[in-house]
T-cell receptor, first 114, second 110 residues
């Protein structure tokens, strides 16, 4: 596609429920990143995919968070047993490769945990 | 350790010039990026520097000094729409990850 797309754009859930966030990167972009941004804060790195492997999962805050990527395409970020502290905007970005090219961000998913 | 420093907030007047500084201390370096982020929106790419010097793109310019671990973003002829956060990020050449600063919130006043 022309840009990075994410769905849903907004998600409101109850504490303890599981949520799944989706990212469609730009076609041909092999690198894919997930970030979390709390209100008024900077970008917090979560995970990075090169192709469908994840060489760096160091940013995942707990074992409630997991992510997968199908081929060099769609990625899903799953948060199990959501907590109120998980409320944030989850941003996905892709680039041509890890070593080159700028990151192009999707519009984000705003997650609110009640 | 890895560290990116930028001022938290700056205020400038419409039509004026503003310089947003970024200093970094990283274990490796493979380029410095500037992104713009309007409130409630995703970051968008502004500029990329990998060699020392000034890169100019319209009203925006970005400067890099690798020996000093320093960059700045210069915005000229400020417009109200330039009110946004400006994020500095350094790519680490060991793993090609981007290390992000917390961003500088720029407020433009008439």
């Amino acid at each position: 596609g022309a840009g990075v797309s994410q769905s849903p754009s907004n998600k409101v859930t109850e504490k303890g429920k599981d949520v799944e966030l989706r990212c469609d990167p730009i076609s041909g972009h092999t690198a894919l990143y997930w970030y979390r941004q709390r209100l008024g804060q900077g970008l917090e790195f979560l995970i990075y995919f090169q192709g469908n492997s994840a060489p760096d999962k160091s940013g995942l805050p707990s074992d409630r968070f997991s992510a997968e990527r199908t081929g060099e395409s769609v990625s899903t970020l799953t948060i199990q047993r959501t907590q109120q502290e998980d409320s944030a905007v989850y941003l996905c970005a892709s680039s041509l490769g890890a070593s080159g090219g700028k990151l192009v961000f999707g519009p984000g998913t705003r997650l609110t945990v009640l | 350790g890895q560290n990116i420093d930028q001022p938290t907030e700056m205020t400038a007047t419409e039509g004026a010039i503003v310089q947003i500084n970024c200093t970094y201390q990283t274990s490796g370096f493979n380029g410095l990026f500037w992104y713009q982020q309007h409130a409630g929106e995703a970051p968008t790419f502004l500029s990329y520097n990998v060699l020392d010097g000034l890169e100019e793109k319209g009203r925006f310019s970005s400067f890099l000094s690798r020996s000093k671990g320093y960059s700045y973003l210069l915005l000229k002829e400020l417009q109200m729409k330039d009110s946004a956060s400006y994020l500095c990020a350094v790519r680490d050449d060991s793993n090609y990850q981007l290390i992000w600063g917390a961003g500088t919130k720029l407020i433009i006043k008439p």
